[in-house]
């Protein structure tokens, strides 16, 4: 398709071709970020990220973010080798460093560190963890809302793994990523185990029949901060909001559908397999959402 676009799309900026990134205590230039190849990030995906936004030099949901990246952290036995305050002092330096003041992204990356071996058990890893911190000029660019497509790919069981981890095991994501651009789509939407609508490879996904919004149970989907932001603020405002098991006959029969995520905060989608939603374009729930979710930003990034 010539007109791809994606939930991450921002519009070029140049000077993210000179930033500063952090890697385990140095903030060094772009050029020189490096990591081992022996680093159990690289060799298997295991480690745990968060992405953050920056808003009027303030990091959006900070202590939410903190609290599921320790969480994580915890559920994968490993060890960050800071405090809290210390993983946020890395951030802010890493931000200073880059003179950083909105419109800005931060990929937060923890691994289990560098191995002595190229194997699986973690044992081997006898350096570390590793940590980078990458903070681009990123604002949201997106020519019109994105097109899903059903994949077989699924968010599996919690005892394979866990998908409310925010692990760097994304291969599952991927592929289905790759299948939905195979199908002509921009992103897939993904079911669960037992075959209701679920999330897609990248987002929370949300659809809103007669004026209520409804979402999934939560059980096999990310524990997406802003999926929760948005839950609370349709209940704070009073709009019906469902966490529940549905279809893709509900979803094809939706008035509007949206993804939320933290870079996107609300995404509109136009089409499903084919099949088009609502006018194609966000609906007035959706404008709605979008309205508080900027207010709750601007309260939450005051000065």
């Known amino acids: 398709m010539t007109d791809k676009v994606t939930t991450h799309q921002s519009a070029d900026d140049a000077r993210n071709d000179e930033i500063m990134i952090y890697v385990d205590g140095a903030i060094v230039p772009r050029a020189e970020a490096k990591v081992s190849v022996y680093d159990s990030g690289f060799l298997l995906g295991d480690g745990v990220w ?19 990246l320790f969480e994580a952290a915890k559920a994968i036995d490993l060890d960050i080798g800071m405090d809290r305050a210390g993983v946020i002092a890395a951030l802010e330096a890493t931000r200073d460093a880059n003179a950083m003041h909105s419109g800005a992204h931060a990929r937060l990356m923890i691994t289990r560190g560098v191995k002595i071996h190229p194997f699986q058990h973690p044992s081997l890893s006898r350096s570390g963890p590793t940590m980078v911190i990458i903070v681009e000029h990123s604002r949201p660019s997106l020519p019109r809302p994105v097109r899903l497509a059903t994949v077989p790919h699924i968010r599996g069981l919690p005892m ?6 925010n692990s760097h095991s994304k291969l599952n994501c991927v592929l289905a990523c790759i299948a939905a651009e195979k199908a002509g789509a921009d992103e897939a939407l993904m079911l669960d185990v037992h075959g209701f609508v679920n999330t897609t490879n990248a987002c929370n996904f ?11 149970t939560g059980d096999y989907c ?18 019906p909001v469902y966490e529940r098991n549905y279809s893709l006959v509900d979803t094809y029969g939706a008035d509007e559908a949206f993804l939320t995520g933290t870079f996107g905060a609300q995404t ?35 000065s």
Not at 50 to 68: C, I, K, P, S, V
Not at 206 to 216: L, N
Not at 276 to 294: F, H, M, S
């Open 268 to 302: 509109p989608v136009s089409e499903i397999d084919g099949r088009r939603i609502g006018d194609g374009d966000a609906g007035p729930v959706t404008k709605r959402i979008r309205e508080l979710y900027q207010t709750l930003i601007q309260r939450e990034t005051a």
């Open 50 to 68: 968060e992405g953050l936004r920056l808003y009027n030099e303030r990091w959006a949901f900070l202590d939410d973010h903190m609290d599921r």
């Open 222 to 239: 990310m524990n997406g901060i802003t999926r929760q932001k948005v839950i609370d603020l349709c209940r704070e405002d009073g709009i």
């Open 206 to 216: 949300f659809i809103v029949r007669k004026g209520a919004v409804w979402t999934s």
């Open 160 to 165: 394979s793994q866990d998908p409310k981890l």
